[in-house]
Every structure is written in C-alpha cells, then in structure tokens.
T-cell receptor, first 112, second 111 residues
Framework: EADIYQTPRYLVIGTGKKITLECSQT?????MYWYQQDPGMELHLIHY???????EKGDLSSESTVSRIRTEHFPLTLESARPSHTSQYLC???????????FGDGTRLSIL | GQQVMQIPQYQHVQEGEDFTTYCNSS?????IQWYKQRPGGHPVFLIQ?????EVKKQKRLTFQFGEAKKNSSLHITATQTTDVGTYFC???????????FGGGTRLMVKP
C-alpha cells in the first residue's frame, strides 16, 4: 500500500486568494498525478509528472500549476481562486507509467 | 480522442443480488484497470487486466477482458452493503502516458 498524503483535507476560501494544495508520497514513486473530480462524477487528469523537474498538462484544461522539485512532493497551486475551481482534487502516484495508481484522500476545495 | 463508455451509470440492487458493470472502448487497449471509490473516499485500485480474454477473480468479484481487448466487465456475486460505491474502469491512452477513467458505475445496495 502506497503512502500518499494530501493537505489540507478541506479548504473553504474566498475568491482571489492564492492556494497551494500539498501532496507527498513516501514510496519513492517517480510518477505522480493530479485529478479533479466533482461529486459523483468521473476523474479528470489535470497534471502529471514523470520525475523531478518534469511536469505535463493532462487532458482537462486547468488554470492551476504544479511543480516537482523533489520526488516525494508534487504541490498544486492556484494563483487566484475562483468559484469555478470548487471541486475535489485528488493526487496519485504510481511506480510504473501504466501501473496501478495509489490515491491520496483528496482535498475538497470550496471557493466562495 | 479515446472514448470510454461505462454502463450503467447507476445500479440499485437488493442485498444478495448480482451486479455487473461494463466498460467499452473505441480502440484496442493494452490493458485496463478497475478502481472502487467508496462514498466520500478516494479511488482504490482493484485489478489490472492485460491479456485478451483474461478472467481474474477476487472473492465475489470477477473481472473479464474481452477477446478483442476493447471491453471489460466487473461482476459481483451476491452483493453486500460493503460493496456500495462507484466502480471505475481506467484505460491507458493511445500515447501510453496516462490513464483515462470511465464515468463510473455507482452501486447502491439495499439491505
């Protein structure tokens, strides 16, 4: 079982604020991912990384940005939050590119 | 782009009844994965199928990969309330660099 941690678990914040969602994993996985999921809906990949200093955009356009300075850490940043950013954000990691993904508990973000 | 269709979208069953969800792709797949997400939880990996016609079992769950590697199914025998959740299939995209998740089938079990 991969250990992958996301903070905060819940965040309610006003429009225009800068937000950073944290994701860390202790398994040494090179591959990490960020998904956006509205309640009861499918997962949409917004960012992924195959290793340090490697980041790519996923198949869903997002105004967020990511960085990968350390293998274990893959934070997601919103420079200026808007109500349309309200959603659940799930971080995942995998050992292999096409291998099973291990998910964190997610951050439920609500922008007022 | 790659199309993934998962049916049904919702399924209500009486406890003890069987349940099946289907995943269909518009293209031939290299492999397919299945995940379960409990209400309020995160997706949890269940299994990966790689070979044409492959059948794998996990207790009451049976997973199949179609002969043409374009579809897959998950069958639960004699559902229990602990089976409640959304079941997602996930396909490797054509470029082989990311997973595309199906829309999921939400299973509700009446005790």
């Amino acid at each position: 079982e991969a250990d992958i941690y996301q903070t905060p678990r819940y965040l309610v914040i006003g429009t225009g604020k800068k937000i950073t969602l944290e994701c860390s994993q202790t398994m040494g996985h090179d591959k990490m991912y960020w998904y956006q999921q509205d309640p009861g809906m499918e997962l949409h990949l917004i960012h992924y990384s195959y290793g340090v200093n490697s980041t790519e955009k996923g198949d869903l356009s997002s105004e967020s940005t990511v960085s990968r300075i350390r293998t274990e850490h893959f934070p997601l940043t919103l420079e200026s939050a808007r109500p349309s950013h309200t959603s659940q954000y799930l971080c995942a990691s995998s050992e292999r590119q096409q291998g099973p993904q291990h998910f964190g508990d997610g951050t439920r973000l609500s922008i007022l | 782009g790659q199309q993934v269709m998962q049916i049904p979208q919702y399924q209500h069953v009486q406890e003890g009844e069987d349940f099946t969800t289907y995943c269909n792709s518009s293209t031939t797949l290299s492999n397919i994965q299945w995940y379960k997400q409990r209400p309020g939880g995160h997706p949890v990996f269940l299994i990966q199928l790689v070979k044409s016609g492959e059948v794998k079992k996990q207790k009451r769950l049976t997973f199949q990969f179609g002969e043409a590697k374009k579809n897959s199914s998950l069958h639960i025998t004699a559902t229990q309330t602990t089976d409640v959740g959304t079941y997602f299939c996930a396909l490797v995209n054509n470029a082989g660099n990311m997973l595309t998740f199906g829309g999921g089938t939400r299973l509700m079990v009446k005790p």
